[in-house]
């Protein structure tokens, strides 16, 4: 009986593996979800709430080529969760309640860990994939 347990455990990691999709295609999933109204189905900005909104959405396919050719993932993922405070002011509004769910240690540049919601990993793993 003993011998059972590693071989059905190794089981469940090969099936779990086979069957989660990549993180790119989760965070497909979640932009579609929640951010083409405004920033538009091909992320260039053009959603159909952006005319009624004052501020216009940023085009998420020119953020690496805006910062020197570097995808800034901090920066991204500040914007989306909302933790810069600065939803109160800008036009959009703050994700980190939405994509609330399972937490993954996330190394920053600065090699600091900070514990990150998966779906706010898998999509900036989508945005960073989609850049220009
Ligand atoms: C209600 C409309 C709205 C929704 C929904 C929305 N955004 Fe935005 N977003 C904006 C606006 C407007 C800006 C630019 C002004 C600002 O920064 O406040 C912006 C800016 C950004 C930026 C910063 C870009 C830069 O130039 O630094 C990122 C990244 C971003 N949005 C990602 C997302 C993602 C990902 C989602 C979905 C989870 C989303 N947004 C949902 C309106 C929206």
């Known amino acids: 009986m003993h011998f059972l347990f590693p071989v059905s455990l190794l089981l469940i990691v090969t099936l779990t ?8 295609t989760r965070g497909a999933d979640i932009y579609s979800k929640h951010c083409t109204s405004c920033h538009g189905q091909t992320a260039l900005g053009d959603g159909p709430r952006s005319a009624d909104l004052g501020v216009q959405p940023a085009n998420l396919t020119l953020l690496s080529k805006r910062n020197g050719g570097t995808f800034p993932i901090e920066e991204v ?6 933790y810069s ?4 002011f800008g036009a959009m509004p703050e994700f980190g309640q939405d994509l609330a769910g399972p937490m993954v240690d996330w190394v920053a540049k600065s090699g600091e860990v900070i514990p990150t919601p998966k779906g706010l990993i898998d999509l900036a ?5 989609i850049q220009k």
């Open 17 to 24: 593996a086979c069957v989660s999709p990549e993180p790119q």
């Open 77 to 82: 993922m500040a914007q989306i969760h909302g």
């Open 85 to 88: 405070g600065r939803h109160q």
């Open 125 to 129: 793993a989508y945005l960073e994939g």
